[in-house]
């Protein structure tokens, strides 16, 4: 069976609907502290949504910097998955394991809402299952998540998922945040670190409002099962 | 023993979310006067060391690995005791 561990730091919170869409999935969660670590025996790593150390300094960038996160790198660099979501994502690139940064929302609020999402790339351990093009509607719930990066032409073969409007339109006017580009989703340069803000265990079940993001953990254990 | 103090700020051309929204607070206030307002954060850091050159390049690094994002973010340090 296919294991993934889903990390806690102090103040994580979104931990356990994110081991419940792993098991919907059809794999195995566990929890790991982040100061216990033991991480290479499990097939995938995720990192959930929280407010991990009260966001101070900026959001992620405590997390990012502890012991654990050396593990990830690691963990990483051997091909095998990791995922970010929400202040996962903002703690892979406080750790650079995923290109650009994270910053306070345009407008300056917490936005909880939901969105839709382009997919740009189905080729990753993630995506496997939806197809180029295709929109999705998942929630987003967060403050600092304008995504920005120096030099956005670096990144757009990078983009997984863009916000947009519900005919997969990229507008401003769809985007809640002020990301460059609508950007939300970014992976690595070999593809199999996944940061987005949205989530996806929160449409993972028709009684959320939308099961559009189960198939991004169906396709997560699907590519750890080869 | 060395105080530093770390003032971290976002670069003139980064948008600055909280700095537009006092902005307006103040506008409301009756302050017609305020055209513009940047936010920066301020750290004060005591380290057991006996010179100032080393403190400053000890924060300067502290800065450099987490203080500050260097994508974003400008940073300056001022010794002050």
């Given amino acids: 069976m296919v294991r993934v561990a889903v990390l806690r730091f102090p103040g994580t919170n979104c931990d356990l609907e994110m081991a419940w869409a792993v098991e919907r999935a059809g794999a195995e969660a566990e929890f790991v502290w982040h100061e216990d670590g033991g991480l290479a025996e499990y097939d995938a790593v995720i990192i959930p949504g929280g407010f991990t150390y009260g966001d101070y300094v900026r959001a ?75 929109v999705l509607r998942i929630p987003i719930a967060h403050a600092e998540g304008r995504y920005y990066a120096e030099d956005p032409d670096r990144v757009e073969d990078r983009v997984v998922f863009r916000f947009c409007g519900p005919n997969g339109e990229v507008d401003d006017r769809y985007n809640p ?28 079940h028709r009684l959320q409002g939308s099961e559009d993001g189960l198939r991004l953990f169906q396709s997560l254990v699907e590519w750890c099962r080869g | 023993m060395v105080t530093v103090e770390v003032r971290v700020s976002l670069k003139p051309k980064a948008l600055d979310p909280e700095g537009e929204t006092v902005k307006r607070a103040l506008h409301r206030l009756g302050y017609e006067e305020v055209s513009d307002v940047r936010t920066a954060k301020v750290y004060r850091i005591e380290l057991d060391v006996d010179d100032e050159e080393e403190a400053v390049e000890l924060v300067d690094e502290m800065c450099r690995r987490l203080l500050a994002n260097p994508v974003v973010e400008d940073y300056e340090i001022e010794v002050v005791e």
Avoid at chain 1, 120 to 128: L, Y
């Fill in chain 1, 60 to 134: 992620g960038a405590i997390a990012a910097r502890s012991p654990i996160m050396e593990e990830v790198r690691e963990f990483a660099e051997e091909g095998r998955p990791v995922l970010g979501v929400c202040n996962g994502m903002q703690i892979l690139a406080e750790a650079g394991l995923i290109p650009g940064t994270l910053t306070v929302n345009r407008g300056n609020r917490f936005i909880c809402d939901w969105v839709h999402l382009r997919v740009e790339r189905a080729d990753t351990p993630f995506t496997g299952r939806y197809r180029e093009g295709e």
């Fill in chain 1, 177 to 204: 945040n002020g990301s460059v580009r609508g950007i939300t989703g970014v992976v690595n340069r070999e593809g199999n670190v996944l940061g987005m803000m949205p989530h996806p265990e929160r449409a993972a």
